[in-house]
């Protein structure tokens, strides 16, 4: 009998931990989701503003390129971040994000280049403030 009330104490704990991962990775991505329309959003739009505010600085840039600093940096740039190699404001209204499976506080979009390949990888991460706009790498390069 006390082995059997032990082992139902056991599963109930299994049970109780398995729900609050299921619940945070569904909270996760209910925020990522909501971050993404409004990031997206500010991207087809062309509001430098709202993407500056949705960034984290220092964001990582390709390799050879600078980092870009700070809002005033984002917004003379702009069109290298997002209309390089790809047309950031396209692609975004065709793809969803992607978490990465090793770190649910990460997540990618990958964009195709004019020869139709994903080699535009944008990195999005949680922070304190919410999901921010981290950097942007190329596959190619």
Known sequence: ?????????????????????????????????????????????????????????PIVMPYGIPTIRNNAQLIRRYRDVFNGETNAAKCFREVRPEVKPDNPAEFTVACKNAAGDEVVIYSFASTRNGWRFKGLDNLNE
């Open 1 to 57: 009998m006390k082995k059997t009330a032990i082992l139902f104490l056991c599963l109930a704990l299994v049970g109780t931990a398995w729900a609050q991962v299921s619940q945070k990775k569904v909270q996760s991505n209910a925020s990522i989701d909501v971050f993404w329309e409004r990031f997206r959003d500010a991207v087809t739009k062309g509001d430098k503003m709202v993407v500056a505010n949705l960034s984290q600085f």
